[in-house]
């Protein structure tokens, strides 16, 4: 409520300003008229007199000083609107009664006054004015009559103008009321409409997708600052989208013609893969809305979704299958030792074969379920390379030259127990699926040159991978071998990621061929850890 005044009233000021601007040129202009006389003047009876240059030398000043409250000095507004409508009844009646009553028609400069005070008052005063201008008028007419002998038959027509300063009192508050409450209206949707322009102006900046309003001559009139980035056009301005992204605008003219789906893939100016979808609008030019989706963000979004599911899942794999595979294999034990005939040796065979297999997938899980953030250290490559060899050749029981390495002085930043289980997991791949003869699974390690990357290969004499499973093989739980758990090269990437490299399997005409790709100048400070393992 007191906002809805304060608006109201500073819109009335403004009203009464000018109300007093018009009695000032009003004044003005009966000052002129008393001192260069003409024709009109001659008829009022306006004849030039001391006490006419007094009352209009009054009225003028009277106006100016209502002029100059309303503009510096805004306090007590209807005491000063009652002021200025008490000045302008003395004066006006004051001309009437020198000029001969009513019948001189100077009772119209009244209903002018009332108007203007009705448009700008408020409430019961309206009818005050009205009130006390037709007391006046009378009072001034009967003071004719009686003293000035003005025609008797003059009152009844004082008496209509006074119903006449009621109705234009009543109907004037009445427009008054209603043009306040429109401007009132206006002011708080204008406010409204501010508000929403502004909260949804941030609402598509803090937007993770894109968003782009093309017009129907190809020009971005706006985009937010995701788009920018995305597609690389300027900040500020409108763009061509023929010149910036010819691919994008080829695909929207397609789809306004009706030759098209609503949609794009393609490339971004920063490399991004990304998704565009077109939408009409209502507006009366015929803008089109481009939302942009980064494609491989909602990818990592949906393998974040899916990590979080595995995690949930791995409190309950742990209880529910290890507890009772602990049993099974107590009892196969046990049964061991009892006397048992050669087809009962074979069954026992198989029974702990499957537990040990259940056992793997378990810890796999587990392991998978607990990755720890890394801490990147910066290796001597070749050295570590050397001594995972040396172990892993031991715990196998492989011969010599089955697996060859081969290296170059160098260092890669990694997480040491991570790189250990990343090249097992990949060695272990290889060393199965190979001939196991010499030089069957080779591990080479090699820089890439102005790039600040190393690469570590891991190659074997196998099938290779047919090309039907080649993108699934990073799939949780995808495996094409019968003893395998499908989690080996799921986490090897995964910890290749938390350690901000990579793991990517190469083309090759024979044999699998993957490639660790890490960087050997900087490490990764601990604490970001956790956003490249997001990534």
């Not at 006390?132 to 004719?144: H, K």
């Amino acid at each position: 409520m007191v906002n809805w005044l304060s608006s109201t009233w500073e819109a009335n000021w403004r009203s009464f300003q000018y109300f007093n601007l018009y009695r000032l040129v009003l004044a003005a202009l009966f000052f002129l008229a008393i001192v260069f006389p003409h024709e009109w003047t001659s008829r009022l009876n306006l004849q030039p007199s001391p006490v006419l240059f007094l009352l209009t030398g009054v009225y003028i000043v009277s106006t100016l000083a209502g002029l100059l409250l309303a503009t510096h000095w805004r306090r007590y507004f209807n005491q000063q609107l009652s002021v200025q409508m008490s000045v302008d009844i003395a004066v006006v009646c004051s001309l009437m009664s020198m000029a001969g009553g009513v019948g001189s028609g100077l009772s119209v400069f009244l209903l002018v006054s009332l108007a203007a005070a009705s448009l700008v008052g408020r409430g019961s005063l309206v009818l005050f004015y009205a009130a006390l201008a037709t007391m006046a008028v009378l009072l001034s007419q009967a003071y004719g009559i009686v003293a000035l002998g003005f025609d008797s038959a003059s009152i009844v027509q004082a008496g209509f103008i006074s119903a006449g300063f009621f109705a234009t009192a009543i109907l004037a508050r009445l427009l008054g009321q209603r043009a306040m409450v429109n401007e009132d209206l206006a002011r708080r949707r204008g406010v409204a409409l501010d508000n929403q322009i502004r909260i949804s102006q941030r609402v598509v900046e803090r937007m993770q997708d894109g968003v782009l309003i093309v017009a129907q001559n190809g020009l971005v009139s706006r985009c937010n600052p995701v788009a920018s980035a995305m597609l690389g056009l300027p900040n500020e301005g409108e763009a061509s989208l023929e010149s910036q992204v010819p691919t994008l605008a080829t695909a929207i003219q397609r789809w306004l013609e009706g030759g098209g789906e609503g949609g794009l893939h393609f490339c971004g100016a920063d490399g991004r893969d990304l998704q565009a979808r077109f939408e009409r609008t209502a507006s009366t030019d015929g803008e089109i809305l481009v939302f942009l989706e980064d494609v491989g963000r909602i990818k990592e979004r949906a393998q974040q979704l899916k990590l979080a599911s595995l995690g949930r899942l791995t409190a309950s794999i742990a209880h529910e299958i290890r507890n009772p595979l602990s049993a099974i294999g107590h009892a196969g034990e046990l049964l061991r030792e009892e006397r048992r005939v050669e087809m009962q040796e074979r069954l026992f065979r198989i029974l702990n074969d499957n537990v040990i297999r259940l056992d793997r997938i378990v810890g796999d899980i587990l392991e998978l379920g607990r990755q720890s953030r890394a801490q990147p250290e910066l290796l001597r490559a070749d050295e570590f390379c050397a001594g995972f060899l040396e172990h892993f050749m031991a715990t196998e029981n492989l011969v010599p030259g089955v697996v060859v390495l081969e290296t170059m002085p160098l260092s890669l930043c990694f997480d040491r127990s991570h790189l250990h289980q990343v090249l097992w997991n990949l060695v272990s791949n290889a060393l199965r699926h190979s001939s196991r003869g010499p030089g069957a699974v080779r591990i080479e390690l090699a820089g890439v040159a102005n790039d600040g990357r190393v690469e570590l290969h891991v190659l074997d004499d196998g099938p290779g991978v047919p090309e039907t499973v080649r993108e699934q093989i990073f799939e949780p739980f995808f495996t094409t071998h019968t003893q395998g758990t499908g989690l080996g090269l799921f986490i090897a990437r995964e910890l290749c990621a938390t350690n901000g490299a990579s793991l990517e399997l190469a083309a090759s005409t024979s044999g699998a061929h993957f490639i660790v790709a890490g960087r050997n100048d900087t490490c990764l400070l601990p604490e970001l850890n956790g956003a490249h393992a997001a990534k």
